[in-house]
């Protein structure tokens, strides 16, 4: 019987020692599936698919108009589309370029304090299979975060990656200036976190609200409608 009482801890924490250690160092080969596309830029759940227009977007929770250009950390944002995808701790923790072309900006946005992108409800919801609107959260809108912008064939892309509780703890592998190519890893996000994606309007986003995306593999918008 005290047998199974020290397996017990010592299993959990054996398991908890892999997750954080090993598990989430995991590098998986990522070819990208389609040419002429914009790929997911992590693995995750879509939170939420938004229009933006005049650099607003709806916060339907908080009912209010969001500024765009704040969540993304780069100023105003053109009209266009925004996408949430949450990165969990069972995901994969790399960040991929979503499309080709030049890296022209790359920005830093710190934090006084970074709280948890979601509460218990929330937690709930995500345990039980069920998606969750981060758009309103206190953490997305004040986080830490890391932006960069792509200039592509495709019109002007923004990948925002926003700290989870924990802090950004992310490593990047591009500045402004680099020539990127679509799939190739662009951050490691240790902790996890919300990756913004912002898309110009001629494209159409392809994924939706819960949906499972693979980074470097799922289209996630396209210039031909669905």
């Known amino acids: 019987m005290r047998l199974r009482r020290l397996l017990f801890p010592i299993a959990a924490g054996t398991a908890a020692w892999y997750l954080r250690s090993v598990y989430r160092f995991r590098d998986p080969v990522r070819l990208p599936t389609e040419a002429g596309a914009v790929l997911s830029p992590a693995d995750g759940t879509v939170s939420f698919v938004r229009r933006v227009e005049a650099d607003r977007v709806r916060s339907d929770a908080l009912n209010a108009a969001l500024k765009v250009g704040d969540l993304l950390g780069t100023g105003a944002a053109p009209d266009g589309w925004l996408l949430g995808i949450l990165v969990g701790p069972l995901d994969v ?134």
């Open 93 to 226: 923790h790399y960040v991929y370029q979503p499309i080709g072309g030049q890296i022209t900006d790359t920005r830093h946005t710190g934090s006084r304090s970074n709280v948890a992108l979601f509460g218990a409800p929330e937690a709930l919801s995500l345990l039980a299979g069920q998606p969750t609107d981060l758009l309103s959260g206190r953490g997305t809108l004040k986080n830490e975060r890391l932006a960069a912008v792509t200039q592509s064939e495709l019109g002007q892309i923004t990948v925002t990656l926003v700290a989870p509780g924990a802090g950004l703890n992310a490593t990047s592998y591009l500045k402004a200036g680099d020539a990127a190519h679509a799939g190739h890893k662009a951050t490691f996000l240790a902790e996890g976190g919300l990756v913004l994606l912002h898309l110009p309007p001629e494209l159409t986003p392809q994924v939706s609200v819960g949906q499972r995306v693979q980074g470097a593999h799922t289209v996630i918008a396209s210039a031909t409608k669905p």
